[in-house]
Antibody, heavy 119, light 107 residues
Framework: EVQLVESGGTLVQPGGSLRLSCGGS????????MNWVRQAPGKGLEWVAN????????YYVDSVKGRFTISRDNAKNSVYLQMNSLRVEDTAVYYC????????????WGQGTTVIVSS | DVQMTQSPPFVSASVGDRVTITCRAS??????VAWYQQMPGKAPKLLMF???NLQTGVPSRFSGSGSGTEFTLTISGLQAEDFGTYYC?????????FGGGTKVDVK
């Protein structure tokens, strides 16, 4: 079964750091772009970052540039999101999702992991 | 950044109705638009990619059209299981952006 499973979400104080993980199974992980998409409570979807198959290219939404870092370990079939200098507005459910190519949409999504930034 | 503007924000329709959701891009995105359905508390599900290509397993009552800046998702013959929020997303340029969503309620 093709599957993505996120982990690492928790309650963290403003200014803190957190690393989210996403493990893939049932498909050739190293042939897909990997994305992180978030959804604040009661709000719509916001793409956060993605990385190419070998991790050599990475793209971010402006609001997280310099604070978040996406990385991947194809040997472990995993993608990560290192989040530093967290803000209250980063509170959201974070999903990882795969794409064959960026313009073709994200065809498999994880169940999401919840990050709450609050004092 | 490309802004994706969806309309209407809310649709209430009966089983069997035809429902059309529109997405306008603030600049030309060619045909690089995808559509997703999200049910409450669940992850989004890809319905359509590259404007009009039906994702595997998605019923044929869903169809997509458009190019440039105007795109539509049509549900021909709404079913009870089609409730949820629908989002468009452009994949033409970074940052990737989503529309604000259209909530579909089945009467």
């Amino acid at each position: 079964e093709v599957q993505l499973v996120e982990s690492g979400g928790t309650l963290v104080q403003p200014g803190g750091s957190l690393r989210l993980s996403c493990g893939g199974s049932g498909f050739p992980f190293n042939t897909y772009w990997m994305n992180w998409v978030r959804q604040a409570p009661g709000k719509g979807l916001e793409w956060v970052a993605n990385t190419v198959q070998d991790g050599s290219q990475k793209y971010y939404v402006d609001s997280v540039k310099g604070r978040f870092t996406i990385s991947r370990d194809n040997a472990k079939n995993s993608v990560y999101l290192q989040m530093n200098s967290l803000r209250v507005e980063d509170t959201a459910v974070y999903y990882c999702a795969r794409s064959q190519m960026t313009p073709y949409g994200m065809d498999v999504w994880g169940q999401g992991t919840t990050v709450i930034v609050s004092s | 950044d490309v802004q994706m503007t969806q309309s209407p924000p809310f649709v209430s329709a009966s089983v069997g109705d035809r429902v059309t959701i529109t997405c306008r891009a603030s600049q030309d995105v060619s045909t690089w638009v995808a559509w997703y359905q999200q049910m409450p508390g669940k992850a989004p599900k890809l319905l359509m990619f590259a404007t009009s290509n039906l994702q595997t397993g998605v019923p044929s009552r869903f169809s997509g059209s458009g190019s440039g800046t105007e795109f539509t998702l049509t549900i021909s013959g709404l079913q009870a299981e089609d409730f949820g929020t629908y989002y468009c997303q452009q994949g033409d340029s970074y940052p990737l952006t989503f529309g604000g969503g259209t909530k579909v309620d089945v009467k």
